[in-house]
Each structure stands twice: as structure tokens, then as C-alpha cells.
């Protein structure tokens, strides 16, 4: 990164050993604030080694001047620890000398930082420490002198460096110690950037080709259908090859190794398309004998953030070296116009890279490595795959949306100029409708919940609750639903239809093979999984009379809870019955339960309940505002009876699943994670508690306690979940690659030409269900195919061969999604 030139500094006291000026500031007026200023903290005996830079100092340093005082000071001196640091190796200096008032984004703004920034260039001039350390964002704005700095993952582990009169610096960015308190994961981050300081430089590796290695890292520069360059590295040489070398050059260096990639699913499809031939590629294709250090890195820790698995974010987060990105950087995301020699030069490290940052996270990696491969590759078909969509349902759907939208709009304002005199109303626009609804001049209901930022709730939730009062605000709650979709399915999602040569309109569909941190895979936005079935029914087959055929994991996550709890009557009353949910209901209330009744949707809540470890109060407000059952006409009595009838749901039929929550619980809070069946952690460490006077931060300590705990119990559900569909996939492609003598290699080809081969086409996976694209003359001998194989799902027995439920698959076909023929 370029080198920064700070402002001159000027010429100010001499800097105390430790502690804090008498006077407040009266330079900057700009904090809101005034208050006695801290000057930094030097310790007695000072090796000189290190100087930490604070956004701003916390309460007990900017009372005492002792920056391990309180809690964030305790955390302070815990990571230094950790990093296997001594207090007399530090000074601590922070970026704005007071406490400010922090309020809207609750961040230090460069003003304030640039009339503080003479003291800390004094600072870095006395003590001159080979070691910088700038903790958090506001201390790299100050460093960088700029209001919008990098975000914090893309400066770890990238020296910057700072230019001050005739001084120059060298620094590193980190979290701050404020975020590591808030967020147990971001601790592990900030403990590494302490410890980085002692690693050893990792050198750029040499440019001749790898020799007599099991495992090879590739690496292609592309942009569209254009491919440039093509590197293979050994973890010590890299070296990259022109497109026109690679069908000679290529096949002896990667043929028979194990194939690394970040993302490999590309450049494998890099080679594919320039005829590279590999006999090792049908292997590969199906995830075999090929790492992704991406999914290798999430199985490692699930709790790097986004921006955390980028290659280069990556590797800095285990290895001390050069950054070799940012020669590029300032040409934009498109590599056709990036200077030949800079492409190449990073394609060549980013395959030596790859090499380094699988073998960072071999020995952390918990879970079925080869069956997230595999599950990879089949969701890069699927993407290929896409969907096709019938334009006349869209224009339909886009007319449909546009007049209730408008229907809607007319009526809310009609009834607020009528009642409140308003002559302009925005239903789309929170505050608005927060006025409408607690403003003591409106209608000022009372406030029953609040958002993250502490405002009156207004989402649709309270407004279906208030519309029982307020039946006008019904309205309000249809435009909001039909402004909803217009936005996000009519305007956003248009933009990823492309027109095919036959005129034709085809989508990509695009999921995420790293999944939440639940396990659970979601697809671009918006979401498959929360399409309404109005909008499901756009898409439709590719082929002539083909047919939709959504093929559903019935009940998994009851069926799956049952299992994993070890409470097996939870499995067996949707694997032994019709209805598990009526079953359950007789038993419970002892008497006839009707699909239409109270008492059936007031089941699915208390199932829905027990599988996340609702407590009485989400059970109630699902109750009453989700499923309209009232257990009583006032609210607070509802919860309480709410409360009861979760508790005797519980004792009387699943006290299993009451010791495997509390068994979870204890675990969870003892170690800071929990496994799924199949091996895969869930990190989950708790943050420090804070003392109980402080009233906020224990509230909000409680609640990150309680979201743990529900993580715990529900993680290793839904995370065999999602195995249950993965292996699903898998499992169904190749049974009809077997079927329709197709291979890998040929298959994969065929959907990214778009050449269908005339076959059952996986084409979506949306929570629970698999899509499939159908010729219809093929439907009727698919459907038993599908439902074998997904009810065995034999690659996941196979490795987890104790897993004795029934898995039933219930199946939808119509000639469009959504939609049952």
C-alpha cells in the first residue's frame, strides 16, 4: 500500500511516563465532550519494542491513565498474554485523547482524530517503536489520515506505511479491543496480528516449475470468457504459463496430483475450456483429489467474516509476508486491464498461496472435507444449470405487483389525510410509519418491541398485531408486501435474467457452498428460499412439455431433531404417521385435532419451538401474531399460559430433548463450541461477563448468552440438515450420470456451453427441497428414482452409518415451479 504523509506535527509538551493532563482540551472542540485528556501509557522499564495505538481511550484508562484497568483492559493485557507479551514491552497510545460522545455510527470522526493526531506523531517520534499496532478503525484513520480507511480484514497483515517530517513508520491494522470484547471471534483475529510481529518472513516463492510433488496449486487470471495466464505452484516455486503453452505444459505438472484452487471449481473450468486434456479431471470434477482452500479454511473457522476467506486475507492470517495484490488493485476487479506483468505476477503467487493456505488449515479443519468438495462442484452445475422463466408470468407478475402496490398507496393516504391531515405519507419509509403508529398525536399504540438501534419496532410483525386495533393499517401492511416485491422481485431480479439466443429468458442460480454459520446454504439475493409461490411460478422448463419437479425433504428438521436429541418419538411421529403434527396434537391435548384448528397451528409453533429452543416469549408472540392462536384476550396471560404449554409439552412428551438442551448448554458454555454428527465445529465463545451494576452491557451480555445457547442446541440440527440435502444432490447426479452414460467431464462441458442433455437437470436447492428440470417424458420413471435415492442418501450413511431415521420425500411436479399439475 502507498506510503501516507501525515500533516506536519506540531511541537507540544513533553509526554508523560503514564497518566492524564489536568486540563481538557481545548484545541479541537470537536468531541462533544470536553474532559480530562489522556497523554499515553508508558510503562516503567520500557523495552522500547511495541506501541499500540487505541481508537480512544476507554473509561478506567481515561480516568486512571492504566490502559489494563476494567474489562477492556483486562482483554488488553489477556491478548497480549496470549501473544506472549510482556506489559513492559508496550506503550499504549490512543488515536483521540478523550472519551467522545459516541453517536450515530458510534465511531471517532476524522476531525477530532486530526486535532489529536499532533500528540500522537509526537508520540511515535519519542518512542520510536519498530512495532505499530493501530487497534481498530478510527487509530488507521488517524494513521492513514483519511476518513474512509480500508476495512480492517484488508489491512491485517499489509504493512502501511506512515511518512511524518523526516520520519517514517511502519504499521500494521487490527480490531479493536472494543470489538474483541463485543465479539469473542474477533479476539483469535487481534491475538494473531499481536504475534504476527514475531513471525518469521515468509518469502515470494522462485519462478521455476514444481518437481516431484503430491499436490499442486493452480491458479488462472480470467475476465468474462477471456483467459490470460495459468500458474502451478509447489508452495516453494511458482510459475506461470501463457494460454498457448498450457495443452504441453500443463498435463504433466497437474495430471495425477491433488488438485488446490481457491474456488478450484473456475480454473478447472479454465482448463476445460482451452482443451486442456487431464485424465485426473473426472476425479476432480467430482470434488476428488481437489482442495478449495476456501471450504477448507470455513471447516477450520467459521468465524472469519466474508471478507475473511479472501486469499490474500487469508494467508496474512498465518503467514508474515508481502502483499502481492495490491500492484493490481488500483486497475479495479477487471484483469483484461491490468498490465500483462503485474496479471501474471499474481496469478503466480496466488497459486503459491493456495499451496500455503491449505496446509495453514490442514490441522484445524473439523468436519467431511470430501464431502463439502463434492457438494461444491455439484453447486457449480447447478449455477451452469440455472433456470429458465416464462416472460409472460413475469410481465403478468410485474402488472399484478404494480396495481396493488398503487391500490394500496391510494387508501393509506386517503386514511391518513381523512384522519391525521397528513398530505404526504411514505407507507415504505419506517420513521413515517413509526410517527403513525406511536406519535401521541397519531395513534400512539403502545410500544411492545424495539430494533438493534433501540427505535420503536415497525416492522410487519407490529403492524399485523396493530392492524386488530387499526384495521386501516392493513393496508399498510399490503403495500409494504407489494412495494417488497416490486423492489426485490421485479426490479433486482430482472437484473439477473439473460436473454438466450433462442429469445428466451435464463437465470443463473447461484448458492453459497461455504453456508451460514448454521450450515445452512443459501442462494444469491434474494433468496430462493423466500420466494413467494407468485414469484416461484416465473420459472418453468427448458424443455418441450417439461415439467418442475420440487422433491422435499418432508419434516427434516423434526425428523433429524428427534435423532441427534436422541428423543426418537420426536422422529417417529412423522415417520410412522400421515400427519406427525395431528398425531402429536392428540396425544397433547387428548382429544380429535383438526388440520384447521387452534390446536393444530398452536403444534407446529410448540415443534417449531422445541427444534430452536424457543423460550415462552418468542413461542407466545408466534402464537399470536405468526398463527392467530390466543390463549387468552390479554397478552401478558397469553405469554404466561404460552409458557406453561411449553413447559407440559416438554415433561409429558420429549424430556429427552430437555436433557439434550441442558447437556448442550453446559457443554457450549464450558468449551465455547459443539459439534454436529458429522465432526464439524461450531465455535462459539462467549464474551467476558461484565459486572451486573453495568446494567446495558450485562442486558446486552445476556442476550449474546442466550443467542449462544440456541446456537448450541440447533447448530448440530440444521447443520446435518444441510448434510442430509448436500448428500441428496451428490447422490442424484450421479445416479443419473450412471442412468444417461454420461461422465463428469462431459456433463459439466455440456452445462456451461448450455448444451442440456436431455435428462433430469438438477437445477435448484432451496432449503429442505430439490429442483429438478424434467423432460416430460421422463417425469413418471424420475419420481421413484429421486425418492430412493434421496430417502437412502448413501454417501452420507456411509460415513455416518448409525443414522437410522426414515427420511420421507414428498414431491411436487407442475409445468412450472410452485405450481402442482
Known amino acids: 500500500m502507498k506510503a501516507v504523509r501525515a500533516p506536519k506535527p506540531i511541537v507540544m509538551e513533553p509526554m508523560s511516563a503514564a497518566g492524564r493532563s489536568r486540563a481538557a482540551c481545548v484545541k479541537c472542540g470537536l468531541c462533544s465532550n470536553p474532559s480530562p485528556f489522556v497523554e499515553g501509557y508508558v510503562p516503567d522499564g520500557y523495552t522500547g519494542e511495541y506501541l499500540f495505538i487505541l481508537d480512544y481511550p476507554h473509561m ?10 476494567g474489562m477492556t483492559g483486562e482483554l488488553l493485557r489477556a491478548a497480549m498474554q496470549d501473544a506472549g507479551l510482556r506489559k513492559k514491552q508496550v506503550a499504549v497510545m490512543p488515536a483521540l485523547r478523550c472519551q467522545p460522545l459516541l453517536t450515530g455510527s458510534k465511531k471517532p470522526k476524522i476531525t477530532s482524530l486530526r486535532a489529536c493526531a499532533p500528540f500522537l506523531y509526537r508520540a511515535l517520534h519519542q518512542l520510536r517503536a519498530p512495532r505499530v499496532l493501530a487497534l481498530g478503525e478510527a487509530a488507521a484513520k488517524a494513521l492513514l489520515n483519511a476518513a474512509h480507511p480500508p476495512k480492517t480484514v484488508k489491512l491485517r497483515g499489509r504493512v502501511q506505511t506512515l511518512t511524518t517530517g523526516e520520519d517514517s513508520y511502519e504499521w500494521w491494522g487490527t480490531y479493536s479491543i472494543h470489538d474483541a470484547l463485543k465479539n469473542p471471534q474477533t479476539y483469535t483475529r487481534l491475538v494473531e496480528d499481536i504475534e504476527r510481529f514475531e513471525w518469521a518472513l515468509t518469502p515470494h516463492p522462485g519462478n521455476t516449475p514444481p518437481k516431484n510433488t503430491k499436490a499442486v496449486g493452480f491458479d488462472s487470471e480470467f475476465w468474462e470468457d477471456e483467459v490470460f495466464c495459468g500458474a502451478v505452484s509447489d508452495g516453494k516455486t511458482a510459475v506461470v504459463y501463457p494460454v498457448s503453452d498450457w495443452k504441453k505444459k500443463l498435463p504433466p505438472l497437474l495430471d495425477g496430483k491433488v488438485f ?3 474456488q478450484p471449481a473456475v480454473d478447472l473450468e479454465a482448463l476445460l475450456k482451452k482443451g486442456v486434456k487431464l485424465k485426473s479431471m473426472e476425479l476432480w470434477l467430482q470434488g476428488k483429489k481437489q482442495r478449495d482452500t476456501i471450504l477448507e479454511a470455513k471447516l477450520a473457522d467459521e468465524n472469519r467474516g466474508k471478507d475473511g476467506y479472501r486469499l490474500e486475507n487469508l494467508l496474512l492470517s498465518d503467514y508474515k509476508t508481502e502483499s502481492w495484490k495490491v500492484d493490481t488493485e488500483d486497475y479495479g476487479i477487471n484483469s483484461s486491464l491490468w498490465p500483462p506483468d503485474l496479471r501474471d ?12 493456505a ?3 488449515a490442514l490441522d484445524r479443519i473439523e468436519g467431511p472435507s470430501q464431502m463439502c468438495h463434492a457438494i461444491a462442484m455439484t453447486l457449480r452445475r447447478i449455477f451452469h444449470t440455472g433456470v429458465y422463466l416464462d416472460e409472460k408470468t413475469v410481465k403478468k407478475m410485474h402488472r399484478v405487483v404494480a396495481k396493488n402496490k398503487e391500490e394500496a398507496r391510494k387508501e393509506v393516504m386517503a386514511w391518513v389525510t381523512e384522519r391525521f391531515g397528513w398530505d404526504e405519507f411514505d407507507p415504505g419509509k419506517d420513521a413515517q410509519v413509526r410517527e403513525l403508529l406511536y406519535d401521541h398525536d397519531k395513534l400512539g399504540l403502545p410500544v411492545k418491541a424495539r430494533t438493534k438501534a433501540g427505535l420503536p419496532s415497525a416492522d410487519a410483525k407490529r403492524l399485523k398485531e396493530a392492524s386488530e386495533q387499526v384495521p386501516e393499517l392493513a393496508q399498510v401492511l399490503r403495500y409494504n408486501k407489494y412495494d417488497k416485491l416490486d423492489s426485490t422481485y421485479c426490479a433486482t431480479l430482472a437484473e439477473k435474467f439473460q436473454r438466450q439466443p433462442d429469445g428466451r429468458l435464463w437465470m443463473p442460480v447461484r448458492i453459497n457452498p461455504l453456508a451460514a454459520k448454521t450450515g445452512r446454504r443459501a442462494s444469491d439475493s434474494p433468496n430462493l428460499q423466500n420466494w413467494p409461490v407468485s414469484v416461484r411460478r416465473i420459472i418453468v422448463s427448458r424443455f418441450k412439455d417439461g415439467v418442475i419437479a420440487d422433491n422435499d425433504y418432508s419434516k427434516l428438521e423434526p425428523v433429524l431433531g428427534g435423532w441427534v436429541t436422541g428423543e426418537h418419538r420426536l422422529s417417529e411421529y412423522f415417520t410412522k404417521h400421515e400427519n406427525g403434527y395431528i398425531k402429536i396434537g392428540e396425544d397433547f391435548f387428548k382429544t380429535t385435532v383438526d388440520k384447521k384448528s387452534d390446536q393444530y397451528r398452536a403444534i407446529k409453533a410448540l415443534v417449531l419451538a422445541i427444534i430452536y429452543n424457543q423460550k415462552k416469549w ?13 390463549l387468552d384476550s ?6 404466561d399460559k404460552a ?12 424430556p429427552g430433548i430437555i436433557e439434550y438442551q441442558q447437556r448442550q448448554e453446559d457443554f457450549v458454555l464450558r468449551h465455547g463450541y459443539v459439534t454436529n454428527a458429522l465432526g464439524q465445529k461450531r465455535r462459539l465463545p462467549m464474551p467476558p461477563e461484565p459486572p451486573r451494576s453495568e446494567k446495558e452491557a450485562y442486558k446486552k451480555w445476556c442476550k449474546y448468552r442466550a443467542h449462544v445457547v440456541n446456537q448450541a442446541i440447533n447448530g448440530p440440527i440444521q447443520g446435518l440438515a444441510s448434510y442430509v440435502t448436500g448428500a441428496g444432490m451428490i447422490d442424484l447426479e450421479r445416479r443419473f450420470l450412471e442412468q444417461y452414460k454420461l461422465t463428469y467431464e462431459e456433463y459439466h462441458v455440456r452445462l456451461m456451453e448450455k448444451r442440456w442433455p436431455t435428462m433430469p437437470l438438477l437445477c435448484i436447492e432451496v432449503h429442505d427441497d430439490l429442483v429438478l428440470d424434467i423432460p416430460g417424458k421422463l417425469a413418471e420413471k424420475t419420481t421413484p428414482v429421486v425418492h430412493e435415492v434421496m430417502s437412502q442418501v448413501p454417501s452420507l450413511r456411509a460415513i455416518l452409518s448409525d443414522l437410522n431415521v426414515t427420511l420421507k420425500i414428498e414431491t411436487n411436479i ?3 415451479w410452485g405450481l402442482k399439475q
Do not use: Q
Not at 418468542?618 to 390466543?630: D, F, K, Q, T
Not at 390479554?634 to 405469554?639: G, L, M, V
Not at 407440559?648 to 412428551?653: A, E, H, S
Open 60 to 69: 478506567e484508562f481515561a480516568r486512571s491513565g492504566n490502559p489494563y484497568e
Open 260 to 262: 488446490i484452487g481457491h
Open 345 to 356: 505476477e499474481r496469478c503466480r503467487l496466488d497459486a503459491w498461496a493456495t499451496v500455503l
Open 358 to 360: 491449505h496446509e495453514a
Open 618 to 630: 418468542s413461542l407466545a408472540e408466534n402464537l399470536w401474531i405468526v398463527h392467530g392462536v390466543r
Open 634 to 639: 390479554d397478552y401478558k396471560r397469553h405469554e
Open 643 to 654: 409458557g406453561e404449554m411449553l413447559d407440559d409439552f416438554l415433561t409429558r412428551l420429549f
Open 814 to 816: 407442475g409445468p412450472c
